[in-house]
């Protein structure tokens, strides 16, 4: 699946099929993890799979009573290792670094289920100290999220998202536009880059939709049509052949 796909498509998944999910995709998605940027490299994470049925319970009830987590198969707990990120980096490291390391693992570990045609929703609203009894996690750490992982048994749509242009800016925070006196309803340069921006962004999804199209369209002309024309290569070949001999 295409990175920029699985981004767009991916959605919170607070519905499940009653289906187990593959060990080695749960395998695939941690591996996601492990392979996330951290600060320093220092990978301060921890993930705790969580099966069993009685456990997850308890995890939903320890999160804000959110029962519906339980229809999920898997839980990965993620736990953030904060003394490493103390030790390297001060308080700073132990405040932001840790909770940066694990959201960008999250992060991997959702779209890459997604890419297994698995569905999840993070899940922060936990009450740390039940969630850490739980799970028996050791000292030196904090339960940062949950991941519910399982089969989909919802497509929802996906929530609005303000545009681009409400909160990316050139160069400086809110822009060089508000640098040179702008205000909002006055044609700026910020204005126009975007609506080119978004002018650009329609022809590719125009040009995308013609592909599809044609795809669609000859798609039963197509079909076989490598075989005739290997057939008609080795019908071709033969025939020199035979004049050749
Ligand atoms: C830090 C964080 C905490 C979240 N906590 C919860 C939660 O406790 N319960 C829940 O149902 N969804 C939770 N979500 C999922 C968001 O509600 C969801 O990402 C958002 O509504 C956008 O929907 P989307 O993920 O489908 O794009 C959380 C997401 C993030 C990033």
Redesign the pocket.
Known sequence: MDVFEAIRN?????KYLDLPVEWDKVGSILEAGRLAPSAGNLQAWKFVVVRDLNKRKQLAEA??Q?Y??EQAPVFIVIVGVFNKHERFFGQRGKDLYVIQDC?MA?MQMMLAAHSLGLGT??????QEEKVGEIILMRGGARPM?IITVGYAAEA?K??L?YRLENFSYLETDAGLAYVHGYSPGRHADFDFEMSNFRVAQRGINYVKQAAQDIDRLTREKRKGLLQRMIEKAKKKGAESEGKKG
Do not use: K, Y
């Not at 991916?10 to 607070?14: L, T």
């Open positions: 991916r959605r919170s998944i607070r999160a804000g959110q519906w987590m959201a999250a929703c993070f899940v922060s609203a936990l999220g929802p996906m929530p998202r």
